[in-house]
Structure formats: structure tokens, C-alpha cells
């Protein structure tokens, strides 16, 4: 199958998984995170680490930057990952939050430094993916990544909240990947070279940097 044949397939497949996340039931998914648990230790670990990479589309960049007082790329930076095209540019998907040292830059910890006390300084802002951690559903099933809070007691107000932000999560995150694919320019691979410049592949088109850092 050609490349725009596959394309054509990824998308097709991709309406017929919104439709299904969109009549995914919060109070089955509620009555599920019940049973696993969780209450957060604030423990800062999914905050912090080499692990911590944290996916943020446009409009969660922009509602950051407003919360924040930055500029894009003081929020946000390109994974390292990707390919370079025949003109030696380099060529990547999606911003990933800028982190300090081997923590989220947003991450702050307590005066006093002690594990257990940091804050999110976006916290009313922060993406759907740090508001349903350590959850994430893949075509509707729930999973969870690791966590020291997960077991904890959970409120059904609580639980049911969560259950509706990771449909919320899930219908946006197939909505994301359909824009992308729509507008995604495909190129010809090439090597590393001269240019240099990095072009971030997003849901709104191309944005071109004049380096990967
Ligand atoms: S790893 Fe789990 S318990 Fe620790 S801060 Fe993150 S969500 Fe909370
Ligand atoms: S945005 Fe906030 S919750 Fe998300 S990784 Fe950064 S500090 Fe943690």
C-alpha cells in the first residue's frame, strides 16, 4: 500500500476509535478506578525522573503560556526523536513540556527540598495527561502507569471525575492524531546535514525551528 493509502487507513481507523471513546461510559470506568484505588501521595515521582516526557498539543501549550506569562518555546521543546529529510532537516511529532535538569521546569519543590512536598506551578493549566496520571485508556481499555498512590481509598466524586477527564483524554488524543495526519506534509529521508533546522509536526501544521534545541 502506498504511503497515501496507509494514511487514508490510519485515519479511517482513527473516526471509528472516536466514535467508540465518545460512548465510553464515565460511570463504568468510575466503578473500575474504585476497585483498582488511588489517592495521590504527592510524592512528585511522575514529575520528575529521565522518564518523566510529558505530550502537550497546541492548545494546552497556549492555555500554559497564559497561565505561566511565557513564550512557546520557554514552555515546550521537540522530542529527540525523529528523522531528517534530504535538505538535512530534522523532522519530528508533538511538543513535549521543557523539563530542568530531570524534572518537569514546572515542578517545583518545597523550601525545604523534602520529597513529598512539591508543587505544580500550573496546576489549574497542567495537560490532560498529568491530570489523569496514572491513568490512560488504550481503545477503552484503562491502564496505569506506576505510582506509589495507586490502592489508595478513592471517593466516587473523585473517581468519577477522573473517569471523565481520561474520556475527555482519549476523545482528544484520537482527535490530536487525526488533525496531524490531515495535515501531515510527508518528505523524502535523507541524513543528518548542514541545515539543521527542526520542523515539529503538530495538529496545526508545520513549525519550523532553526535548531532542535
Ligand atoms: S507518582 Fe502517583 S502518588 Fe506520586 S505524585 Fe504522581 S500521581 Fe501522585
Ligand atoms: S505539568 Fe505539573 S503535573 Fe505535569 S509533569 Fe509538570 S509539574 Fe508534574
Sequence with gaps: ?????????????LYADLRAA???????LSRRIQEIGFRCLRCGECCTGEDNSVVVFPFEVRRILAAAGLQWLEAVEPPKEGE??????FHTLEWRLKKEGAS???????VCGMKGDGVCRIYGSR???????P???DRGVLHFSECRGLGGEVEPDTAKKMAERLILRQVTEIREAIALLEKYEDFERGEAGEDGRCIVHDS??????????
Design 22 to 28: 465518545e460512548g465510553l461510559s464515565a460511570d463504568v
Design 104 to 110: 518537569c521546569k514546572f515542578y517545583s519543590r518545597s
Design 204 to 213: 496545526e501544521g508545520e513549525h519550523c525551528l532553526p535548531s532542535r534545541s
Design 135 to 137: 491513568f490512560y485508556l
Design 84 to 89: 531528517w529529510d534530504r535538505n538535512g532537516c
Design 127 to 133: 495537560p490532560l495527561i498529568c491530570s489523569t496520571y
Design 1 to 13: 500500500m502506498s504511503r497515501e493509502g496507509q494514511r487514508a487507513e490510519q485515519i479511517r481507523q
